[in-house]
């Protein structure tokens, strides 16, 4: 059994040793994988045969498969991508005096793993006794470095008074667990994706049998002395000796193949894992620099939020050419796929916190354009239709009401494009490929809206966030982003903003509010798993932020009041079946002054993955969710809004936190903005102009200023049918 | 090369020899398919190995098959079943002097084949020339006996100066073609569905392999002496001589198994062939005494009503405990299921053309009742949901939107429940099934709808007949044919018939003639083949009459001139991408007074697989269609009225007509009803009460009742994107 200890600022550390059979092997292995975005570890033990799901992803080494569908129809996709499991460089097997390490047998006297987040490192000791008496001691460190995409390190000490045998291995498809047939959300999972093409003793080459993409894997040891043997599925290095070993051991991988693969080992060899793990050092800390949130009065929250940058960070680091998927490298959830979530959340952490990564993630969305131009031809428009869920461009969304119907994932890219460009200054990147993307975007909107006979424009037909809801009419949040994305090409054309002047509340999509409600007598979340979509379509039930959302990202379209009416009546309404939902609810619940319910939601947000009980995250941790805690906080405790270009705060802490401060990259300065109770002060190494609270100011490098917040007190929230649990402030 | 011949009264002949290339092979294997809704022969040639589609369809003898999703949803049905091929006793090789007769060898002098729709017999004569040189005179005369539901029987008579050589077969798991995987609405089909269970001289007994029914076939030879020799999958008679040779062959299928299969055999080849060919004749002389339409001056409508007649009989007659598929037993053409075109068209011609078979279907439905309510449960409703598509009760639609979201049938199973008893009396079906079905179809409506803040009921989120508009509010039709439902279980609740003030015409369903238009550019119908749903849905497109069904069927919910401006506004919508809808679109033209147009529809409707080209009806005929030529000539022409368990007539021919008469059956009495340019005369075995033109009349046995019809100008045909062919009477 192994539990997450208590929060700790920088470090995330598991006790006792992970067992396979109740979830907690298979979180861990998320919580604890390592990436750059281009090559991710995910945090499997060294030795095999321990259950769980190896992983070592490869950013975008997807293989094909074909859809199958009961009813075929018109353009629907033929086929999808599934992420696949590449060549897996951890396992190190170790025998004493003949007898295998493994945790399931003997005496487990000590088990624990470290993640550390400025280091950047996943370290984890061992003290173990072998079924016949011997004890062993164990030290591994990994790390997979943020400064050379292709290069993984790992060190490897041991220490016993016996025989030790280590075998070392790079192994290309090894058998993984059956996928679980029984939840609509599990991932395909390819047994033996690879054929090989060559192998030595220094790399392995394979390549995936369909969507024929070729890796190139090296492998090297140094710090003693080993055999090697290589067949074209494994190199194995094996030493031997008595007392104590160490080794250092070096992976890098280039897909398509290449022989810098050889190349960047050798030279990642040469220098050494000290040397690659300084450099991940100074690394980190240039990001924290920039982006760290500090958390006074709740360590929970505070190592939580830590937690969710620094894997968000490694999401994206590096991804480059290629997408961020929802899972970053952590696992092969959703097949690997990018949705939505990208641009709405990831990218828009990742703007203020590390902009540097930002473009490429939008170019990797331009260098698809030729895919979604002949989606949006599919669909009968024009422009640009970007797909719902792809890996390489290709819509790969198999049930299109609740996928290709989200046309709003275009109007997501546009903003992420225009929030880029507003915090960078990136003219550069608006020439290449920022404005075509607001084009392309802008000219899909201009084919699906239309003007009816009174003159009003509208969007018909499409799905809006709430996957509860389908093919409605004026999506209020589709409709509000759509309208953003228009006015950045310069065209003004007002959507009609659906509202019940009975119910005095905004309609999430035309009619909503006239269809049945729900009856909230299940709570066997989520509902998806126990209700028909056409019952869920049918009702007023809502699995996810969505009008919600447009309140936050279109803050400038309502009034305070009608905020206030429109939260309160979908607060009621409103599940919580995605993990996107609760960072966006603690944002409007913070800003409506419900302070506790928004510590509630940011909790959740922020807690899912590191203390959700080893029941969602085990094939990848919800990324997303990792940058919702950034925004519950920042937009929420914090109050940042940006929409129109501009940077706006209306900080208040909840009752639970002393102080919160964070730094946000602006133009090239870096920002730093600190809450307590009574007071914000704004600090800043460049000039920065923003509103506080509304009223423009301007901050230079090296002032300070510091604005009173008038203390109110808390709003008790509006009834809800799955309120958040009540976070309660760890001592 | 073949083609049908100029049309007869009662006579659909073929001449020249089918050949497989151009799909008239496949369409004369529906045309000329003989069953008796119990037992259906496909009109195979006898010779083996020309291609077709061997069909030999017990009804309801299916195998299952699991269905694949790219993403699961909840309820989504796991398996669906479908129609096998059964063991086949037409096959029957002959072989001349050692050539074998095969019409794509040697010279075909003559090739015909005749149905004969007062006889029930298919007649094929031959003559043939080897390419050896040896002419050779063959006919074959085939049926399945309306009498007996489990017989079918065939002579065979061949000439020819040589040595005969014959091979008479009962053959199972027969080698099929390969299905057209590029078209959404093919049909699986299974290779090899049965695993041999025995087999002797006189029967095969075999059974499916994962649906588990168990199959006997019995077949006995007469008139000439024969060898026989039976394995597991083939019972063989061998005959040989010179010169002449005649027998009769004599079938019969029992399922589950029973030795009743050898008992019926042999009872029937004691009787004869010429006396089940004359129980055959009584039988059809008394269905069209009380079923026939006359049709004066069109002779190609007047032979394709009675080959619509025919079929639909043929389709009915003996369904008994099993279900009217959408192909009847003609073809495997959408998996062998039923929809709801068995309630809302097949079994309102046989209400009034043939009743003694609509209680046993009706009942059928009532036997699946255990499916429908568990299926409402799943769906989170009351009551009763009838599935989309099935063969034996559950769900087996794989595509929601266009399927389980059209609760719509569950009205119309209601509504055929309400048709039946008012033309019958039929209190002891009711008693039996009729109350249960009206009850819980109601419990689901009333689950269903809902009362909206201003206290106007609605019912929201389902798919109306159309399948190019679906998940809307307030489909008219749907909440039409729901509130007679409700109302025939004493609950009156008027629901939302969405209207546009600004358009003056009704709504489909809410919003919908706020929907961006349709581009009417393309001409590729259907246009699901080259259109996503996403373009469709989302535009006002309408693939099949649905608010102008609900005109027909609730006639008196309409004023005539709503009717008027619906029709007008729909017909410039609609495209008829389902041969459901001409024929309904021929009544409300007819009412409207638009003759010509009404009489082009219902030639669409009616010579769509007789003279449709070889093209759609390939794997089975559209026996809705086949019921829709009836329909649209005795509810367009005769204006035939059923609402509120009234008859009413409002009788009108096309230009093109000079006299249409056609007979019903009411309530024990044979009505019939002769319409003339300038007359109609209703005469009648007993008493009728109906109304003519509104003004409720009686006709008494042996009255004439005659009234004159004000002759008025034909109204030109409003604009339509598809325009039906203008029909032309052939002379």
Redesign the interface.
Known sequence: MSEIAPAEPWIVREVGAPVEEDGELLQGESIFALANGHVGLRGNLEEPHLGGMPGTFLNSLFEERD?????????F?ER?QTIVNGPNGKRISLAVDGESFDLRTGEVRRHERVLDLRAGTLTREVEWVSPSGVALWLRTERLVSFVRPSVAAMRYSVRAEAELRIESDLVVDEELPSPRED??RASAIFQDPFEPVSHDDDQLVCRTRRSNISVAAAVTHTGAEGTISSSPELIRWTTTGRGEITFEKFLAYHWPASDQAVTDRDVAARDGFDTLAAEQREYLDDFWAGADVEVDGDPDIQQAVRFGLFHVLQAGAQAGPHPIPAKGLTGNGYDGHTLWDTETYVLRMLTYTHPGCVGPALKWRHSTLGHARDRAR????QGAAFPWRTISGPEC?????A???ALHVNADIADAVLRYHAATGDDEFMREAGHELLTETANLWKSVA?T???GVA?I???TGPDEYT??M?DNIYTNLMAQQNLAAVGVELPLSLPYSE??RVHEQA??FT???EWTFTDHDYPL????????L??KQVVKQADLVLAMMTRSDAFTPDEKRRNFEYYEARTVRDSSLSAPIQAVLAAELGHLQLAHDYLAEAALLDLRGGGESGGDGLHIAACAGAWIALVMGFGGLRDHDGELSFGPRLPPGLQRLAFHLHWRGASLCVTVKRDSVTYTSDGEVTFRHEGKEVRVRAGEELTFAIDPVDDIPAPPSPRPPRRHTVSS
Chains 1, 2 share one sequence.
């Open positions: 859809l199958q569908y009961p009813e075929e129809g018109y353009g996709p999808t939840d609509p599919e669909l009968g428009l969304s198999g049930y299109w009401p996928g290709t119907a239309y009816d006979d009174e509208h018909a037909g499409v389908a093919l009419d009975r119910r035309a009619g006239r269809l049945p998806m798993l126990s209700h028909h979509y056409l019952n379509y049918r």
